[in-house]
Structure formats: C-alpha cells, structure tokens
C-alpha cells in the first residue's frame, strides 16, 4: 500500500493546479462544487482525507475527462486509504501517526536526532520514561498506553521483510541530557545495539558531542528524510519543532536537508565503531546502577 499521507499530498497538488489553470480562486472552486472554502483550502493543503465521491464531482465540474481523469481519481482512492495507525485514532498523537504513515512504504529513511532516541528504535521502559517528562510539563494530547503501544507496532513494521532502509543520527547529546534513569538508558542502548546488530538495513551513527561538522553551519533541529519507490513520489524532509512537525516536499528545500545530513553522516562515527560505543556506555551505566553511585 503507498503512503495515503504522500498520496494526499500529490492529491493536493494536483487540486490546486487544476483550479488555477481554470483561473479559478478557492471561493470560486468552492461555488462551483457546493463546498466551503476552507474546505477546499484543507483538501489543497492534504489536510483532510479526500472523500472519492466528492473528488469525482469535482472532476467533472473542472471537465477533467480521460486518463487524467483516471489518474487522478486512482490518487484520491489511494490517498483515502488506512493503515494500520488509524485504528488508533488520536490516541497515539498527530505526530506519530504522520511518521507511521511515512515508514510504512519508504523505501528509505533517514533522521538527525538532535533531542532525542529514534522513535522507532525505543524500548517500552524508555517510551514509558519519555512519557513521564512530557506530563511533567504538559496536559497530554495522546493516551499513553496507546502511544506506547503504536510505537512498539511502528518498529515491529520498521523490521518487517519488505521494510525500508533506516539510518539515524545520534546526537550523543541525547544519551546524557535526557533525565531518565541510568538502567532505562542503559536498556535503551542495549535494545538499539540489538537491533541494528540483527538487521544490516538499520543503522545507527553517533554523532560525538564535540565532533566537528564540516563545510557550513550548525543543524537548528532534528529532522527526518524520506525517499519511496514510485517515481512520481517526490522525497519529503520532516522537521521537528517544538510543537509540530514542518514537512517540505519543494526540491530545493529537501536538497538543503540532504546536504546537511551528508555532512552530519560525515562527521559521525561508522556503523561498527557507533555500536562499540553504545555498548561501552550501556555497560558503564549498568555498572553505575549496580554499584549504588
């Protein structure tokens, strides 16, 4: 099944050309198919899943006729599709569910985590420990048994046979400025250790608190770099913010990105030697935690 997320958004861009080649403003596609404009606005934005129906009539109100007509329609079945994340309504949050969306047909997946552990890779005490400090400063907008649930299914999915190609980042920042205990962290390393030592597709690089980044500036957040199979499915780069996630799916924009990660690549610990270190501080954590200090 193709990202019903990626389908909307080709969707949405496909809406908008349409209507502007009509020289028609929202409010004036809106009249013609009997919708508010912020309707219109949303399904331009891929805000909303498309309804086929309403898409169909739509069609035929702007004469699209043909394989166009086909094509387009064939997008819109495909972008009102679910998955597996939608079961779980709102309760897993807004954020993961985009992210579930995405991984589920990549073909690859690239991340710089600058503030945190890889969602995807986490262990249930670390989720649940991660849980934790987001009550202490806000009212939840997910259920966190839910949350921690979806995110055990998104690695369970990550590792199927057919799953895409996964690199992170580590930012070593994350494994010491994070106040969760000393064995959760320690668990949580040993888990990813695990992981990428049984997957040769997952890999994870550490990128040392004072290593140097070479050939431009400083990252300003986390972000994440998605490529998928089909052709018409253009590489989108999601940045993390404090409160949302910004995702660009303009060339020149995801080209900036991708730049910035090749740099980070380069500037990071290989494959083996970022699995030596994680290792090397899960023991040391494990050891701080069994001597009482």
Not at 63 to 84: N, P
Not at 134 to 141: F, P, V
Not at 143 to 148: H, I, K, V, W, Y
Not at 269 to 284: M, P, Q
Request: hydrophobic share 35%; with cysteine.
């Amino acid at each position: 099944m193709p990202s019903p997320y990626v389908r909307r958004r080709r969707l949405a861009a496909e809406i908008r050309e349409l209507r502007e080649s009509r020289g028609l403003t929202t409010d004036g596609l809106a009249r013609l198919v009997f919708h508010s404009r912020t309707k219109i606005t949303r399904l331009e934005n891929a805000q909303i899943r498309p309804d086929l129906t309403e898409i169909m009539n739509m069609l035929d109100a702007l004469e699209v006729t043909g394989s166009e007509y086909d094509r387009i329609c064939k997008l819109a079945r495909e972008a009102g599709q679910k998955g597996w994340w939608d079961r779980y309504g709102v309760s897993m949050g807004p954020r993961q569910k985009v992210a579930a969306d995405l991984e589920y047909n990549a073909g690859t997946v690239r991340s710089y985590d600058q503030t945190a552990m890889p969602g995807a890779l986490q262990c249930r005490p670390f989720i649940e420990a991660l849980i934790k400090l987001d009550e202490s400063q806000r009212s939840l907008n997910y259920q966190p048994e839910r949350l921690t649930e979806a995110r055990v299914n998104r690695q369970r999915e990550l590792l199927r046979q057919d799953g895409p190609t996964y690199e992170t980042i580590l930012d070593e920042c994350v494994i010491h400025r994070l106040t969760v205990p000393p064995q959760t962290m320690a668990a949580q390393l040993e888990h990813m250790v695990r992981v990428v030592s049984e997957q040769e597709r997952i890999t994870v690089r550490v990128l040392l608190h004072n290593a140097s980044i070479p050939g431009g500036l400083l990252p300003k957040s986390s972000f994440y770099l998605y490529t998928f199979p089909e052709p018409g499915d253009p590489p989108m780069a999601v940045v993390d913010t404090v409160t949302t996630d910004v995702i660009l799916n303009q060339r020149a924009e995801v080209v900036r990105y991708i730049g910035m990660y090749d740099r980070l690549r380069e500037a990071a610990l290989s494959r083996e030697d970022s699995i030596t270190f994680l290792e090397r501080v899960a023991r040391r954590l494990a050891d701080e935690t069994g001597s009482g200090t």
